[in-house]
């Protein structure tokens, strides 16, 4: 058999894979549509929402609605079955190229071969699936910004560097709320204790304990990459409210002013629907919400250590390597 009918059989067995995977998802979906579902409790009576979850479903949906799919939140049957045929080909094929020349571990590694979510945006609200335009002090900021970094290359110091490449958070140095899947890492464990909720993302080892007991968030002048996060529960939902960022952190162009008020519902003994809501004024000419479905990973029983030593000893080797493009191109120029 030669690669290129290799190739056709997995992604026919992915595509299968895929939508008998979808259709399981659809039922439980309609399921909870009909029925209703109360959350277990702990020993000490609070929502029980704990365990490993995963959102690798969640890998292949678009982060804002793309302008073909106006007005379409979620793909028909037939349109989702297209849709997953053209994923696993497209998954298939670009595999072996994933992280560039140098590529990026074996495919095993790899989770979003099953992605079968039929959204077509992370974008909940507003209905277009789009992120509100910048208010005009956003766009003043973004602009001296730019400005600052006329000339400058991303390794022209330690300080250009983002700091999810210096392995201090993740995805590019997001908050680490659980909208930004990849193509691995994607899992979250919720432990919880009288009066917290503790969890730790497998992504570079993002661990936050919440109170959840009434007390208030910590002293405006201490300001933290993942923000302070302080929860309670409204019936079955964990809510938490997450500010005093530090203005080292970026999403999206908001910084130190951001707000997010994140919340994890139940809804049956598989699946937590997660939103979280991005509140700026300086920032967004209006809140903006992102949903993301949970599913539970009863095959995890640990998550093992991120050891992410690209921040460790690469720091030396991506500078110096530019100071030598740097003078070989002056060289040149002689």
């Given amino acids: 058999m030669n690669r290129r009918h290799i190739r056709s059989a997995v992604a026919s067995l992915l595509v299968a894979s895929v939508c008998t995977l979808t259709l399981v998802h659809l039922t439980a979906q309609s399921r909870r549509g009909t029925t209703s579902y109360s959350a277990p409790r702990t020993a000490w009576g609070d929502p029980d929402i704990q365990g490993f979850w995963s959102y690798n479903d969640d890998v292949n949906t ?37 992280g560039g020349e140098t590529g990026a571990g074996p495919t095993h590694w790899y989770e979003f071969w099953n992605a079968k979510s039929t959204r077509t945006s992370k974008i909940i609200d507003p209905p277009d699936g789009r992120v509100p335009p910048l208010t005009v002090a956003a766009r003043t900021r973004a602009a001296a910004q730019a400005e600052a970094l006329k000339g400058r290359g991303p390794s022209d110091s330690w300080t250009d560097r983002s700091l999810g490449d210096r392995c201090i958070v993740s995805r590019g140095g997001w908050p680490h709320v659980i909208v930004n899947a990849g193509s691995y890492g994607n899992i979250v464990r919720i432990v919880q204790s009288p009066g917290f909720v503790v969890i730790t993302h497998e992504m570079i080892h993002e661990t936050r304990i919440i109170p959840v007991d009434g007390r208030a968030h910590v002293s405006q002048g201490i300001r933290q990459y993942l923000g302070d996060s302080r929860g309670h529960w409204e019936g079955d939902t964990l809510v938490v409210e997450v500010t005093n960022f530090s203005d080292k952190t970026d999403f999206r162009g908001s910084r130190e002013t951001l707000r997010l008020v994140e919340r994890f519902s139940r809804v049956d003994a598989d699946s937590i629907n997660y939103t979280v809501t991005i509140d700026d004024p300086s920032t967004f000419t209006k809140p903006w919400t992102i949903g993301v479905p949970l599913q539970s990973d009863r095959e995890q029983t640990e998550i093992f250590e991120y050891a992410c030593h690209e921040g460790n000893y690469a720091m030396r080797n991506i500078l110096s390597g530019a100071r030598a493009d740097e003078q070989a191109a002056a060289t040149r120029s002689r």
């Fill in 62 to 98: 678009p982060f804002e609605r793309p302008g073909e799919l106006s007005g379409k939140v979620e793909f028909g049957d037939e349109e989702l079955a297209a849709v997953l045929e053209e994923r696993a080909r497209r998954n298939v094929e670009r595999a072996p190229t994933i």
